[in-house]
């Protein structure tokens, strides 16, 4: 039987990139002239089009206006991000690796569920050195709607697995509702801004990786 397993990135594989964090600020300045404020905006479970979509509309800047432009501000996104990384961008959180050790020993396929611009996930867990373990993902270009990225990772995983097979793993109660909207099983983690119990609709949720063994337990059962 295959185990489709997705994670998302921030908060649940490794700390939020501080420079992607900022490139938000930087690029709507860039194109728009518009001071934001990255950090006080709510973005946790969001993709990289719909914080910008938020911020800058928060900025006044219409809709259609961002949306002629958006893969412009993505590129931008990635590229400034690229350019100005540092390794505190790329900080896994605790037993990060022996997670994706154990599952990769258990034949799990395992992708990316992430709203970073894919060019922006794919640098930081290549540095992060777990880049092998992922050979697709759903990521921020795709979609602004999180529930879509979920939808195309499993598209891109070419197997066209049982949705009780696939599990979406996150931080957020977006994480959760994105894999529940499509039909998945969902497992929560509290290593981001959220607890246990705000991650109560999740179908397991666990403080932490270390608790890894149990989260496996939970896929094969």
Known sequence: MKYVVLFDVDGT?????????????????????????IKSFPRQGMTDQGILFGILQNSGIDYDTIKSRINE?????GDYTI????????????YVEETLEEMEKNNFILGLITGNFSKIALERVSKAG???????????EDSAIRSELVQKA????????NLNNVFVIGDTPKDIKSGKDVGTKTVGV????????????????????????KLIEFIKK
Request: net charge negative.
């Open 13 to 37: 594989l490794m700390e939020e990139s501080p420079t992607h964090t900022m490139a938000f600020d930087y690029v709507c300045d860039e194109f728009f002239h518009v001071k934001t404020d």
């Open 73 to 77: 501000l993505l590129i931008e996104l």
């Open 83 to 94: 350019k100005n990384m540092i390794e505190d961008d790329y900080v896994l959180l605790p």
């Open 130 to 140: 777990i880049g092998n373990y992922f050979s697709f993902g759903g990521y921020g």
């Open 154 to 161: 499993i598209e891109r995983s070419k197997l066209n697995p």
């Open 190 to 213: 509290a290593t981001g801004v959220y607890g246990i119990k705000q991650l109560q609709d999740a179908d397991f949720s666990i403080k932490n990786l270390k608790q890894y063994k």
